[in-house]
Nanobody, 115 residues
Framework: QVQVVESGGGLVQAGGSLRLSCAAS????????MGWYRQAPGKQRELVAI???????NYVDSVKGRFTISRDNAKNTVTLQMNSLKPEDTAVYYC?????????WGKGTLVTVSS
């Protein structure tokens, strides 16, 4: 079964840290670009960070210097380390695996940052 499953969300105070994890199964993980997206209430889903199959990472400007994406091809996992969290980071965070026309989404994990 092809799926990605997120974990690690929760409630944290502003300035704190959280680590999100995404476990993939049913895909040749090492070939996929892996991304983290988020959707805040009333807003469109946006790309937060992406790491290519080759290991290159890119971030939306609002999280640069605070978030770090990494992948472990041996464990079929991708993580998002989130530091210096702000209330505006509050959202449902989704993991995505993409290769050509194959696009796999997780169900999301809620991150709430209190002020």
């Amino acid at each position: 079964q092809v799926q990605v499953v997120e974990s690690g969300g929760g409630l944290v105070q502003a300035g704190g840290s959280l680590r999100l994890s995404c476990a993939a199964s049913g895909i040749a993980f090492r070939f996929y670009d892996m991304g983290w997206y988020r959707q805040a209430p009333g807003k469109q889903r946006e790309l937060v960070a992406i790491i290519t199959s080759g290991g290159s990472a890119n971030y939306v400007d609002s999280v640069k210097g605070r978030f770090t994406i990494s992948r472990d091809n041996a464990k079929n996992t991708v993580t998002l380390q989130m530091n210096s969290l702000k209330p505006e980071d509050t959202a449902v965070y989704y993991c995505n695996a993409k290769l050509y026309t194959t696009d796999v989404w997780g169900k999301g994990t809620l991150v709430t940052v209190s002020s």
